[in-house]
């Protein structure tokens, strides 16, 4: 497998009142396709900002990004937008759904900011992936009519309809009980296996755990590469009951 993502001395600083403050400090990583990555460590060390450059949301100050063998470091924000729209699924924390929008809107949505691409088509490619988070049975409803978990699902569905070349999760399981988190965790492990990109920001040891490898951040600093060996294997015999999250 080849690289998917090369960060070659990254470094971003932040300036508010003639006040510089450096969250990342000269970090070099490479993600290979297929590579299921947690990225953790404290409060403030700078993960989020790290997996903002991942996903085109901001560039960095210093350093270069290699995405797919383009160098998107110093794209302009319409630039960013045109291949964040192609090539990056987002899962947040809080889920970003759209209220006033149905499950199969808020699905459809990445893929409206593609030319050429037809209501027709947008429609079947967002039944697709709901099916594949088990959430085609509610395409109608809106976000109020969802528990967290389904929510969550949705939103996954929703990273996965422009099928990107990586899946970048913030948090993905911070709003959801532990039941609920689970189901989401499994349903990472399930893309992972047949053949999604992930990098995944958490701050729980044991969702850590799950990828295949971890990186550990402290001060804007990557301080920790490790391979785990112990990742799960996916539940067969129903123990959770997924329609009902």
């Given at each position: 497998?080849?690289?998917?993502?090369?960060?070659?001395?990254?470094?971003?600083?932040?300036?508010?009142?003639?006040?510089?403050?450096?969250?990342?400090?000269?970090?070099?990583?490479?993600?290979?396709?297929?590579?299921?990555?947690?990225?953790?460590?404290?409060?403030?060390?700078?993960?989020?900002?790290?997996?903002?450059?991942?996903?085109?949301?901001?560039?960095?100050?210093?350093?270069?990004?290699?995405?797919?063998?383009?160098?998107?470091?110093?794209?302009?924000?319409?630039?960013?937008?045109?291949?964040?729209?192609?090539?990056?699924?987002?899962?947040?924390?809080?889920?970003?759904?759209?209220?006033?929008?149905?499950?199969?809107?808020?699905?459809?949505?990445?893929?409206?900011?593609?030319?050429?691409?037809?209501?027709?088509?947008?429609?079947?490619?967002?039944?697709?992936?709901?099916?594949?988070?088990?959430?085609?049975?509610?395409?109608?409803?809106?976000?109020?009519?969802?528990?967290?978990?389904?929510?969550?699902r949705v939103a996954v569905a929703r990273a996965l309809v422009n099928d990107p070349a990586i899946i970048l999760a913030d948090?993905?399981?911070?709003?959801?009980?532990?039941?609920?988190?689970?189901?989401?965790?499994?349903?990472?492990?399930?893309?992972?296996?047949?053949?999604?990109?992930?990098?995944?920001v958490t701050h729980d040891p044991a969702s850590a755990q799950r990828a295949q490898r971890s990186l550990e951040m402290f001060d804007g600093r990557l301080v920790g590469?490790?391979?785990?060996?112990?990742?799960?294997?996916?539940?067969?015999?129903?123990?959770?009951?997924?329609?009902?999250?």
């Amino acid at each position: 497998m080849s690289a998917l993502i090369r960060l070659e001395e990254i470094s971003k600083s932040f300036y508010t009142d003639e006040i510089e403050t450096q969250a990342l400090h000269g970090i070099t990583l490479s993600i290979t396709e297929g590579e299921y990555v947690s990225l953790t460590g404290q409060s403030g060390c700078g993960k989020s900002t790290l997996l903002s450059l991942l996903g085109l949301l901001d560039s960095p100050t210093q350093g270069r990004y290699i995405l797919s063998n383009q160098d998107v470091s110093s794209l302009s924000r319409d630039e960013r937008a045109i291949i964040r729209s192609k090539q990056i699924g987002f899962v947040f924390q809080s889920f970003n759904l759209i209220s006033d929008l149905t499950v199969a809107e808020n699905v459809m949505l990445p893929l409206s900011y593609q030319p050429g691409v037809n209501r027709k088509t947008m429609l079947a490619r967002a039944q697709e992936v709901l099916e594949k988070v088990e959430m085609s049975h509610r395409t109608a409803h809106f976000p109020s009519q969802l528990s967290g978990g389904q929510q969550q699902r949705v939103a996954v569905a929703r990273a996965l309809v422009n099928d990107p070349a990586i899946i970048l999760a913030d948090e993905p399981t911070g709003n959801l009980d532990s039941r609920n988190a689970t189901a989401v965790l499994e349903l990472f492990d399930k893309l992972h296996q047949e053949g999604a990109t992930i990098c995944m920001v958490t701050h729980d040891p044991a969702s850590a755990q799950r990828a295949q490898r971890s990186l550990e951040m402290f001060d804007g600093r990557l301080v920790g590469d490790t391979r785990n060996s112990n990742t799960p294997q996916l539940v067969t015999n129903n123990a959770l009951d997924l329609e009902a999250l």
